[in-house]
């Protein structure tokens, strides 16, 4: 037969509550740590990535050249009409000369 007090239950209570706490610190607490490193992590990466896509979308606008300030067909240092002409001569088949 077992005797019980309010002592003894007190006791039995506070192991109880003493080992649910221990579990806590040592296995939860390390993995909800981790999660949150990990989440903050993938966030800046994410938003650094964002950034740099801003970054690289923004200065395209106006890295072109267009075909008017080009001179017409040709984007100086980008295509020559000779060498194409000599490459393919098959496709020019017809065009004049430039010269």
């Known amino acids: 037969m077992a005797f019980c007090t309010p002592w003894f239950e007190a006791i039995e209570q506070l192991g109880i509550i003493l080992h ?4 806590y610190k040592r296995s939860v607490k390390p993995v909800l740590s981790r999660s949150k ?3 903050i992590g993938l966030g800046a990466s994410l938003l650094a990535c964002v ?7 923004g200065s395209q ?3 072109y050249v267009s075909s008017q300030e080009a001179g017409g067909r040709a ?5 020559n009409e000779d060498s ?3 490459f393919e001569p098959d496709f020019f088949c017809g065009e004049p000369d430039l010269q």
């Open 20 to 23: 649910w706490t221990l579990f």
């Open 37 to 39: 490193n990990t989440l």
């Open 51 to 57: 950034l740099l896509l801003i970054n690289l979308e």
């Open 61 to 63: 606008k106006y890295s």
């Open 75 to 79: 984007v100086p240092g980008v295509y």
């Open 84 to 86: 194409a002409r000599t």
